[in-house]
Structure formats: C-alpha cells, structure tokens
C-alpha cells in the first residue's frame, strides 16, 4: 500500500502533537519482526499518532525500517530523530450500532432566572432534564404525563 502523504504543514502539526507522547513501540536487537508490525498497527488504529523507539545503533538500518513500517502500515512517516520514529495515520471510523428502541437521554439546561432582589444579574443554574421530561417556560421541570388509554379500544379487546 502506498503511504499517505502530507504536507510540511500538517507533517508539522503532526510533530508538534507528537512531541509530549511516549514511545508505544519499542524495536529491540530482532528488528522489524511481525510481531512489532502487528503492535504498531494495533497502536495506529487505537492512537493514530505514535512514536517508536529503536534501540539499534545503526542510522540507516532505523532509515530503512521507518520507510518499511511506513509503506506496510498505511502510514505517513511524520519524523525521525535519534532513535525515535514518529508515525500517523487517520483513525478508522468506529461503526455505531443503531439501536431504534433507544429513547433520548438527559440533557444539560442552563436556566436563568432574574434575581429576586431588584438590579442584580440573572442567575444562572445548570439543570439535568430527562428523556420523559421537559421544561415549563416558568422554568419548572415536569415529568411527562402516561397516556390515557381509550376506554372504546380497551372493551373491543
């Protein structure tokens, strides 16, 4: 596959954003086996942005496996410093499952009320209202009323 490329802008953000991780992935003596593939694939889809460490001495040998994990992961090379390589790769979309009995859940309201003691600031207060309640424009909450059932369609039955 080929590698996904940035520009100098991005690849800058992506260096920036990367400066404060740490290594998830750590390369030792083996080198790239495809247990180190497996890990640093399983850490771009759960981070996007990683860094990996290589503990070989060898420039051109971290050279080379930057431009490998590259290539084989689907991923932007962003940096390589010393013994750290930078990587990235867009986070895949998690599916989300529809779930059609589901009802609406709670939600934050900020009420304002004007202070009772004259020329003051409103007051300002954060309520949680549920899915079977609403809110009155005097600012009260109500819980939803159970609906009547039809004296008609009950003796039809």
Excluded: C, Y
Excluded at 16 to 39: F, N, Q, S
Excluded at 109 to 119: Q, S, Y
């Amino acid at each position: 596959m080929p590698q996904i490329q940035l520009t100098p802008a991005q690849r800058k953000i992506h260096r920036a954003e990367a400066h404060h991780l740490d290594p998830v992935v750590m390369i030792g003596a083996d080198g790239l086996t495809p247990a180190v593939r497996k890990e640093a694939d399983a850490a771009l889809n759960a981070h996007g942005l990683i860094k990996i460490r290589v503990l070989g001495d060898d420039r051109a040998q971290r050279e080379q496996i930057f431009q490998t994990l590259a290539d084989e992961l689907d991923a932007a090379p962003i940096q390589h410093i010393g013994k750290l390589l930078v990587l990235w790769r867009p986070l895949p979309d998690k599916p989300k499952a529809a779930d059609e009995d589901r009802m609406p859940g709670p939600r934050e309201v900020k009420l304002i009320k004007n202070n009772p003691r004259g020329g003051q600031r409103p007051e300002g207060k954060i309520v949680r209202v549920l899915g079977n309640q609403r809110l009155t424009p005097g600012g009260k909450i109500k819980r939803a009323k159970p609906r009547q059932k039809s004296v008609k369609k009950g003796q039809q039955g």
